[in-house]
């Protein structure tokens, strides 16, 4: 299976001419889904899948190129589902959203591959190896973190098409992401900005919220401000304890960290600006 991925400026015959490009060669479209973000003037997005060889990828990213992407000043790609993306985990001592991944990985229900994971600690390393993926403990000098980061850059160098942050409790240096040739996607509590610091929990138990919920969004030099992948929320009451809500987040966390992860390897998303486009 085949993913196109397309964004342009919006304007009338787009569709038609994507359908007539694969109709012209057999191609048979089995999924599409379509957005504009203004009625006129707007920007064009749309996410296609179609049935072709792996062998014939290239040639039909040099027609699609040529015969549609150029005319419609398109901005666009096709990545096959037969080309599973390489997926690195950053974690720290907090277990619980590596956990889903290890798990929904180990069943087939997260398609991709792992390399290896990454720890500043040495606390998840049985649990890690004994789903027979190689653990690197790359401890953090507090008073000089860059050591660290070059050898995760150095580590992972060639080796993943994607990072996750699951729970990986050190913030990225803008050298880090400068030199970073992929994405990276992390996951919090969505207390931000109203809970900052240490125990957002217990502050956001002493203020009496009644909603706690979790962000998964692509990383950026702006702390925490990247573009929103997926939210979720749970309700909660005054019955609850503080460490009822830290327990209720966690869930909210690694399932909202889970369905952010499918949607990048599945190429269901599309970022314009720091804004994204989620065919889910």
Known sequence: MMRLLVQCPDRPGIVSQVASFFNQRDLNITDMDQHSSEVENGIFFMRLEFQADLGDLE?????????VAKDFD?????????????MIPLV?????????????????SLDVEIPMVISN??????????????????????????KAEKEILKLTEGKADFLVLARYMQILSEEFLDNCPVRIINIHHSFLPA?????????????GV??????????????????????DVARVTHRHSSEDLKEMGKDVEKLAFARAIRYHIEDRIIVHGNKTIVFS
């Open 59 to 67: 040639t039909i990213k040099t027609d699609f190129e040529k015969q």
């Open 195 to 207: 809970f900052i610091g240490a125990n957002p929990y217990k502050q956001a138990y002493q203020k």
């Open 210 to 231: 009644k909603l706690i919920g979790a962000t998964a969004h692509y990383v950026t030099k702006d702390l925490d401000m990247g573009p929103i992948i997926e939210q």
């Open 92 to 108: 720290s001592k907090h277990e619980h959203a590596l956990m889903e991944v290890l798990w929904r990985w180990s069943s087939g």
């Open 74 to 86: 398109m901005t666009w790609r096709i990545n096959s589902s037969e080309q599973k993306k390489r």
């Open 121 to 146: 600690h040495i606390d998840l390393k049985k649990k890690v190896e004994g789903f027979g993926i190689p653990f690197y403990h790359v401890e953090v000098d507090k008073k000089d973190k860059s």
